[in-house]
């Protein structure tokens, strides 16, 4: 939600991590976006702790339209 109104809804998959320097999972999910099927992936780097967290941030920084 965005100021009182859903801006996106979905699932998130949550994947495992090994060897990168800072981060132990990554969220990833699709949307759709002009007739076209869009990806996003994020890592939970902090302040990115959630699924949650990974799509606001996504959404704040304009990945998702």
């Known amino acids: 939600m965005f100021e009182g109104q859903l801006v996106w809804t979905g699932s998130v998959e949550v994947f495992t991590l090994n060897g990168h ?7 990833a999910w699709n949307y759709p976006d002009n007739g076209q099927k869009r990806a996003v992936a994020v890592l ?22």
């Open 44 to 65: 939970n780097i902090p302040p990115i702790e959630t699924p949650s967290d990974a799509v606001r941030a996504a959404i704040a920084s304009g990945k998702i339209k």
């Open 21 to 27: 320097p800072k981060a132990t999972e990554a969220f």
